[in-house]
């Protein structure tokens, strides 16, 4: 499953999408609300979202924490060969890098798959 870090939190692509902005959302942090957006930054409810493409291929980066070590708040990225962070056209091509790579569907659990375009700046400490 694909996502981002908000705040150094995970939050899961929620299959839906912003009414106004069609970017997608995330579970809110706040109670009252279901989802926010954060290109519009707005907390929203469950008739402020609709359906997101089931064709929608985000790209992604890959990260685990620091030495795979699941209690470790560092995360640690798969790099390219100029060292900057390796850029997957959608979540299947990472993966298939990963088997690849010596890596197993259970290493893969503990992967994150981020949809870098969605971050938020802030976030990536
Ligand atoms: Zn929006």
């Known amino acids: 499953m694909s996502g981002i870090f908000i705040n150094g939190d995970w939050h899961e692509n929620?299959?839906?999408i912003c009414c106004?902005?069609?970017l997608p959302v995330w579970e809110s942090n706040n109670p009252?609300?279901?989802y926010q957006c954060l290109n519009c930054d707005e907390?929203?409810?469950?008739?402020?979202?609709?359906?997101?493409d089931p064709h929608y291929l985000p790209k992604v980066i890959v990260a685990r924490r620091v030495d795979g070590i699941i209690i470790n708040t560092a995360l640690e990225y798969?790099?390219?060969?100029?060292?900057?962070k390796r850029v997957f056209i959608n979540q299947a091509a990472a993966e298939a890098f990963l088997l690849g790579a010596g890596f197993n569907s259970e290493d893969l659990e503990h992967m994150?798959?981020?949809e870098f375009e969605h971050e938020p700046k802030e976030a990536t400490t």
Do not use: A, P
């Open 43 to 52: 907390d929203l409810y469950v008739h402020e979202v609709e359906e997101q």
């Open 32 to 34: 009252g609300y279901t």
């Open 78 to 84: 798969v790099l390219d060969d100029s060292n900057e």
């Open 112 to 114: 994150y798959f981020i």
């Open 14 to 16: 929620t299959d839906m």
């Open 20 to 22: 106004r902005c069609k």
